[in-house]
């Protein structure tokens, strides 16, 4: 029981961690599915893109030595910049080439097609890298500012970069959900998700619109490449699959299309994996690891999917015709 | 095929043409047994004879003598061919099987190789020693004996089919893309079960896999003797398997043929154009998704029980979701709800993933060793030398999943061939 109560702290700020960066990447699903009704399957890569991206950037930083002599905040934000640009772009182009021309068509098209899209990405990024690094297992450099571990109690540390990660991620929630809620922009988002036609006819371009919703998506989801890469360090091109789907499964758990939903689905998931992970084998004797906190979570996907597909803070969603 | 196409060669010409191209092709690859363009000139060759408007009997003549004894003449010449021929015979069936869910019921299913892995653990467990771990020996000695393999591709159709039910029961009522979330979790889930079942009880022996799992019984041995002929064991299973998955591929070919044209496959067709208007007609919706489901899982079942026994190993790596997207690509390259579409397609991409791939990886590690270069105006000239070890064209299947599915998508939804209904409302 000792070692419940002891490791509760670091599994709870884990938990919190993951959650946050969960969230992150539900709102490049969850926007998407509110303004298209259509799962963005590609999202997973285009968060990958994004910590590609940081790892590069860190990676000649590196190789400049410039990376002990930067302060670590504005170097947090360097690398944020780079691969929330990266993302952003990525998505947008994505948008344009494989799911614009298909609008029109049946639902199971567009989802079809970005399932294309992803296999395409992974291996473009692995293509990519072999040339460039004769390498596509690529690790972010320690940062010894980052690695610090902050001690709690006498016997509880939490490790700062998960700290650095849960603040980035608030820090950018709060941002997206002003930009959503207080901005011109962000009502005619709004208004076309709810009614493509009316938006138009109130002189919103469309379009446009819904290339923004997939250009803050993907920034999105490139901050939280970013922060997965400074997190767990290794990442591969086939990294994205898994987060994905837990993603996707945050912003189903909060409601598709709810952008409070996602946040509240993201911490949610996190938390109950991280549990899941720590507390499962010690609970069982060992009958069952941590292997099973992925079955977890899609245990969860196909519940929430089957009892209360409107999610936790979702509104039915209706059918188009 | 269609009455209303104009051709410009007549019958007897056409006959004359496919023979030709059959004959030729074959002493090509007769000739060059290493030629990638040989054998695939060969495989061009049976298109053609697919294409070709001569008399149906004349076409089933020429099938059988091509597929049943010129591919296997060439199969032991260079023995891979034959290899090939299985791998695409196996892809073949699962394609046909998907293309059901997908095609004639329009039901999205991303987690379609769990039940080719049901299949394949349901024979490697019973068929190796496997079985042992969970069950006395002292009850049964495992493995089962070779005549079982006949039993056990009867039963992975049923045990396979009943898993597909108790995955639809839940999910049927969830809407397309919904659907298809959740099959893929469900893959996912069975891939992770697969991965981790060695403990608490080991059922699946974990990543490790299961070896050596039994083969089929040779049980026309004494016959083969009798007629004084004599062949290395490696190349006797090749042709075994070989003529196993022809006959399996043959009856999931008719199986599909008959439901698609019997009024299950009319009510398919409906649940996958209508819902509603389905409904309203009176097709009982749940029964026909599951019906479904249970047909296109149990094809997968049977081919993996065979999968399991031509590998003599298998691990949970073989079935991954990125397995799950090449059938579904092979069904979308040929055309969804066309069954000569699905085969086509499911050749392509097999033999694109087994031959062009592996020979391009080839060609470049060749060129690498040579000093050659190319030079480009502007940019300067680059020595493949300097080509990164890393970079290898074989592994870059889901570059060729995604283009496909991208670009099928895009500019011809329908496929290759598309089914003839499609062709027939549409007036082409």
Partial sequence: ?321 | MDGDRTWFLRPSTQTVVVTVALLLSSLLVYAFPRSLPAFLLFQASLLILYHARIARPLKIGFAASALGLLLPILGSINGYYLEVAIQVGIFVALALGLNIVVGLAGLLDLGYVAFFAVGAYLWAIFGSRQANQFISASLIQFPLAPEWFFVFLLLGVVVAAVTGVLLGLPVLRLRGDYLAIVTLGFGEVVRVLVNNLDKPINFTNGPIGITPIQRPPLFFLPVLEALGIRASPAALYALYFYFLVLLIVLVVTLVTQRLHHSHIGRAWEAIREDEMAAMAMGVPLVRMKLLAFAAGASFAGTMGVLFSAKQLYINPESFTFMESIGVLAMVILGGMGSIPGVVLGATVVTVLNLQVLKELSIWLNTLRHTEAAISIPLIGSFSFSQLPPQFEPAKYERMIFGIILVLMMIFRPQGMIPPRRWRRTRGE
């Fill in chain 1, 1 to 321: 029981m000792d070692i419940l109560i002891a490791i509760f702290p670091q599994v709870l700020v884990d938990g919190i961690a993951l959650g946050f960066m969960y969230a992150l990447i539900a709102l490049g699903y969850t926007m998407v599915y509110g303004v298209l009704t259509f799962i963005n399957f590609a999202h997973s890569e285009i968060f990958v893109a994004g910590a590609f991206v940081g790892v590069e950037v860190l990676l000649t930083l590196q190789a400049w030595g410039l990376l002990q002599d930067l302060h670590p905040v504005l170097l947090l934000l360097l690398v944020l910049l780079a691969g929330m640009t990266m993302s952003g772009v990525l998505a947008l182009a994505v948008e344009r080439v494989a799911y614009r021309p298909l609008r029109a068509a049946p639902r199971l098209v567009p989802l079809i097609s970005a399932i294309g899209v992803s296999f395409f990405l992974q291996d473009l990024i692995r293509f990519g890298e072999s040339l460039w690094r004769n390498a596509f297992y690529l690790t972010y450099p320690s940062i010894p500012f980052f690695d610090q571990r902050i001690q709690l109690t006498a016997l509880v540390d939490v490790p700062l970069k998960s700290l650095v990660v849960i603040v980035a991620a608030i820090v950018m929630l709060v941002g997206l959900n002003l930009l959503v809620h207080r901005t011109k922009i962000g009502t005619a988002i709004r208004a076309v998700a709810e009614d493509q036609a009316t938006a138009s006819l109130m002189g919103i371009d469309v379009d446009r619109m819904i290339a923004l919703t997939f250009l803050i998506g993907g920034a999105m989801g490139g901050a939280a490449g970013v922060l997965f890469g400074i997190q767990y360090s290794l990442i591969t091109p086939y990294t994205g699959f898994i987060p994905g789907i837990k993603a996707f499964t945050a912003a189903v758990l909060g409601g598709i299309g709810n952008i409070p939903g996602a946040m509240v689905g993201g911490v949610v998931l996190g938390l109950l994996e991280a549990f899941a992970a720590s507390y499962l084998s010690l609970l069982t004797g060992g009958a069952f690891g941590a292997e099973y906190k992925d079955i977890f979570a899609f245990s969860i996907l196909i519940l929430i999917l089957i009892f209360r597909p409107q999610g936790l803070l979702g509104e039915v969603v209706r059918e188009r015709a």
